[in-house]
C-alpha cells in the first residue's frame, strides 16, 4: 500500500520543500521506493532544490492532459523519483489544481510513498494537495504567526478527515523568545514528531542543488530529518557525533 503523503503548512516559508526532499532521501536510504511531487502548481520549488529547474514535461503537462505520468517523472540521484512542476508563469494556464488527486491516485500502488509538496495556506492549491493524500505533515516554525496560521491548517485536515501524522517544527534555535515546544503541542493539540535545529548546512545544500540528507547526512538537520523518517516507519535511529563538515560550518556560522 503506498502511503500518500502531504507536506503543508498554514505559513509560507517555514521549510516544506527542504523537509519533502530531504524525507524522500531519507526513506530512499532505507530502500523505501518514493516519489515526490511539486504540488505547488503556482509557485514550485521542488526543481530548485533538486537542480531540475527546466525539467520538461512537468507535472503541469500531465495535468493538461497531454503528457503521459511516466514522461514526466525523472529519478533523483539520491534515489527517489520526481515529478517537478513547471516554473514558468504561461505554464500555469489551464492547469485546474483539483486535478492533482487523479494524478496521485494513478500512481497509488507503484511507490511505498508519494510525497506531496504542498502550497502553503489555506487555498485552492492546498487543499488539492491535501485532498490527494491520506496523511498529512504539517511543517510549523516556533513562533506565534507560524503556529497560529498552523491552527487553521489543523482544522481543515480535520475537517476533511484527514490524519495528521505529525507535526514539525522546524528551524528551532533554542532562543528565549521562541515558543517552546510543550507550548506548541498545547495550541496545536498534536503532538511534535520532529524538531529541526536551525542549521547552516541547509541553505548551503540548497545552493548545491541536492538534499542536505544526501550531501551532509550527519549535520544536526539531517540527523532529525532521518530521525523522522526512521520513526514513521516504525523504526529508531541512533543519532551520531556531527561530521567534520558540520563542524566546519559551526565554527564559521556560530
Ligand atoms: N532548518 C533550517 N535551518 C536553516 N535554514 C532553513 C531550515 N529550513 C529551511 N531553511 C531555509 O528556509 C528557506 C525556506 O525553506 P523552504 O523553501 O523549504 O520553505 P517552504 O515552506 O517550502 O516555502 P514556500 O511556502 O514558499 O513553499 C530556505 O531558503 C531554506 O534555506
Ligand atoms: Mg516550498
Known sequence: MTRLICVT?????????????????????????????????????????LDMPLAQPTLHDVMRGSVRIRDAV?????????????IHFDE?????????????????????????????????????AMDASNEVILVTNPDLPSVADALKTVKIARDKGKNITGVVLNRVRGHRHELEKHEIEAML????????????????SIALRKPVVHTNPRSPA?????????ALIGLQYQKRSPGIITRIFSAIFD
Open 222 to 230: 539531517s540527523q532529525e530529518i532521518t530521525r523522522l523518517a526512521h
Open 9 to 49: 503548512s498554514g505559513k509560507g516559508g517555514v521549510g516544506k520543500t527542504t523537509l519533502v526532499t530531504n524525507l524522500a532521501t531519507a526513506f530512499s536510504k532505507l530502500d523505501k521506493k518514493v516519489m515526490v511531487i511539486d504540488g505547488n502548481i503556482t509557485t514550485p520549488n521542488i526543481g530548485f532544490h
Open 74 to 86: 525523472r529519478r533523483h540521484e539520491a534515489g527517489f523519483y520526481v515529478l517537478p512542476a513547471g
Open 189 to 204: 493539540s498534536i503532538p511534535i514528531a520532529a524538531e529541526i535545529p536551525e542549521d547552516a548546512s541547509i541553505p548551503a
Open 92 to 128: 500555469m494556464k489551464g492547469v485546474d489544481p483539483s486535478r492533482l488527486g487523479e494524478v496521485v491516485a494513478h500512481l497509488d500502488g507503484t511507490m511505498d510513498m508519494i510525497i506531496v509538496d504542498s502550497a502553503a495556506g489555506l487555498g485552492r492549491e492546498a487543499q488539492s
